[in-house]
């Protein structure tokens, strides 16, 4: 006989992760979002993204580059042309 057991997940060592990781996207959207601070929800991607891009010293590599083992970039620099060089 199967009993099933339910409860909610308590890893405490993950609140002062989350913590963290709020406080420095709070730091970036501050600096990004304009005097009024109507635009925050529009600049949170690109925030994320920032957060998620940034090379770590302790690491020597970016969180995307360890969890996917791929080096991503930016959509600005997917999407910006190239210019030929004559």
Do not use: V
Not at 2 to 13: D, G, K, L, M
Not at 52 to 75: D, G, K, S, V
């Amino acid at each position: 006989m199967i009993i099933h057991h339910e409860f909610t997940i308590y890893y405490p060592q993950g609140n002062g992760h989350t913590k963290c990781a709020n406080k420095i996207l709070k730091q970036i959207l501050i600096k990004l979002i304009n005097a009024n601070q109507n635009d925050w929800d529009i600049m949170l991607t690109m925030a994320s993204w920032a957060y998620q891009l940034a090379f770590r010293i302790t690491t020597q590599h970016n969180p995307c580059e360890l969890i996917y083992e791929l080096m991503l970039l930016l959509p600005t620099k997917i999407l910006t042309p190239k210019l030929n060089k004559c």
